[in-house]
């Protein structure tokens, strides 16, 4: 099983960004999805997550710019990123916290290789 996040790049201050991010291998199911970012000297933080079902949490730093959403079927998470200021340039991993195989096997805690965010004018 693997994630494989793509979308990241520069970006002035005010812009917007998608993320995506494809989880592949032989998955039956997917549990919790999510984005994750880390910046320079602090510690990874969560920005948003989304559960099977759909149900979305956000930081409160994102909320309201932010928005993360799901395709079941094709077993991706994506983060539209608006209104971007230089506090959200970080490295942003996406995250799969239970990923149930085709044979069975529950896999924990899977990252994707993540992807830099820069915020500057």
């Known amino acids: 099983v693997q994630l494989q996040a793509s979308g990241g790049g520069l970006v002035q201050p005010g812009g917007s960004l998608r993320l995506s991010c494809a989880a592949s291998g032989s998955i039956r199911s997917i549990n919790d999805m999510g984005w994750y970012r880390q910046a320079p000297g602090k510690q990874r933080e969560m920005v948003a997550t989304?559960?099977?079902?759909?149900?979305?949490n956000y930081a409160d730093s994102v909320k309201g710019r932010f928005t993360i959403s799901r395709d079941i079927a094709k077993n991706t998470v994506n983060l539209q990123m608006n209104s971007l200021k230089p506090d959200d340039t970080a490295v942003y991993y996406c995250n799969a916290d239970k990923i149930m195989t085709t044979s069975w096997q529950t896999v924990y805690n899977n990252w994707g290789q993540g992807t830099q965010v820069t915020v500057s004018s």
């Open positions: 989304i559960t099977s079902g759909g149900s979305t």
